[in-house]
């Protein structure tokens, strides 16, 4: 609904007098007057589409279903749309076509009755209703996916990557989110080891703030790459409307669920215990990210095969977590989350980045480019640049991750 029609709106409530007679007419003025205030209210000082949640993702495993879920939005009516819990709609359709799945407000007349057996009901449940369809309707609707069928295909995948959507995958390009108000930048706070959210007055809008973990592996320095992750921290909270905070040293147990995104890295092999390779899994069950990379700085006391060994320890950790690392590749959110790059851009050492199950590798060193390189390499302002801003994408790819598990 654009402004023009919210002025269409006419306010009309009861106008209350001794002797009034309060019948159906009556008490449904009274009602529908604080309905169109809210609704008045949704549409003139908050945004339409989906505010929090009805995430679409493919059945497991894979079939003609895709799973719904919980939710809330805002139609482009003014009503609000709650889904409570987690829906599994199988699509009906069976000719190849482009099927749009929709979510629309509805109205429900409900229980009690009267009189009790069959009477009118007493009460109406606001609810909605989710249709699969051929072509956009013209009444109120929002997109909750699109899918191109091909019923030689008998399952719906998950889009591998949002920018390339193949045959029978789940695009979500064409979901309409609604814009949340943005809060006043907040400067954050330089400490030694560790980057913390400013305490505000609780007047203040709530700031969300995506944790970083740092953990060092093997025989390496407990500050391997420390001063590069707060240049990157610094950067992400010049460039995002939230506050990224470091902790440094952390350990692999249970509480590392905190985090969006553990950074770990090392100079040599490790070996981790079933109970941390358990924390870990865990972690990634709850749609946190893991970002793994090894140190080549000799002049750190690295051996020349440091980073090279600390990456097979790590890729060996991935298959172990069952998360199947490949090659980033055009097109891959990775590469857009932030800044937009053709291709994954050099650190310290050739560019290469894997991705998979929510778990990265890189063999790039991202993290001595973000201190300005090897103590006897210094690096070119452009490489540091491009390394700091691919460290950014892959803060804002965790993030997504993580909003997508909410």
Not at 32 to 59: C, K, P, T
């Amino acid at each position: 609904m654009n402004f023009e029609e919210i002025l269409k709106f006419k306010l009309k409530r009861v106008n209350p007098f001794q002797g009034l007679v309060i019948d159906s007419d009556t008490w449904r003025d009274a009602h529908e007057y604080h309905r169109d205030q809210q609704r008045l209210h949704m549409l003139a000082f908050h945004d339409v589409g989906i505010v929090d949640g009805l995430e679409i993702s493919a059945n497991k495993p894979p079939d003609l279903s895709v799973i719904i879920h919980p939710g809330m939005a805002v139609d482009p009516e003014g009503n609000v749309i709650i889904v409570p819990e987690t829906q599994n709609y199988r699509i009906q359709n069976r000719e190849k076509r482009t099927i749009y799945l929709i979510i629309q407000f509805r109205e429900i007349p409900t229980e009690p009755y009267q009189p009790p057996n069959g009477g009118q009901p007493t009460r109406i449940l606001e609810a909605y209703r989710i249709q699969e369809r051929d072509t956009l309707p013209k009444e109120p609707y929002l997109e909750l996916c699109r899918i191109s069928f091909d019923p030689a295909d008998k399952a719906i995948k998950d889009g591998k990557y949002q920018s390339q959507i193949g045959k029978n995958e789940i695009d979500l390009n064409f979901r309409l989110i609604a814009k949340q108000v943005s809060a006043p930048p907040v400067e954050p706070v330089a400490v030694q080891t560790k980057i913390v959210t400013p305490v505000k007055e609780s007047t203040t809008p709530v700031v969300e703030t995506i944790a970083i973990g740092h953990a060092v592996l093997g025989e390496a320095a407990r500050n391997l790459h420390s001063a590069g992750l707060q240049n990157l921290v610094k950067e992400t909270n010049r460039q995002s409307g939230f506050i990224t905070s470091l902790s440094e040293n952390i350990a692999l147990d249970r509480k590392i669920n905190r985090f969006v995104l553990i950074y770990i890295t090392g100079n040599s092999r490790f070996e981790l215990n079933a109970e941390q390779q358990s924390a870990l899994s865990d972690f990634l069950q709850s749609g946190g990210l893991i970002f793994g990379e090894g140190c080549n700085d000799e002049s750190a006391g690295t051996s020349t095969r440091g980073g090279r060994d600390f990456g097979l320890a790590f890729n060996q950790l991935a298959t172990l977590l069952k998360c199947k690392l490949e090659i980033v590749q055009r097109g891959h959110p990775l590469l857009s989350a932030c800044y937009v790059f053709s291709e994954v851009p050099q650190g310290m050492e050739t560019a290469m980045l894997l991705e998979g199950g929510h778990m990265i590798y890189s063999g790039s060193d991202y993290g001595c480019s973000w201190q300005g390189g090897y103590k006897d390499k210094p690096l070119s302002r452009e490489n540091i640049r491009n390394s700091l801003e691919i460290g950014t994408n892959i803060v804002f790819y965790a993030r997504s991750l993580k909003l997508t598990r909410r």
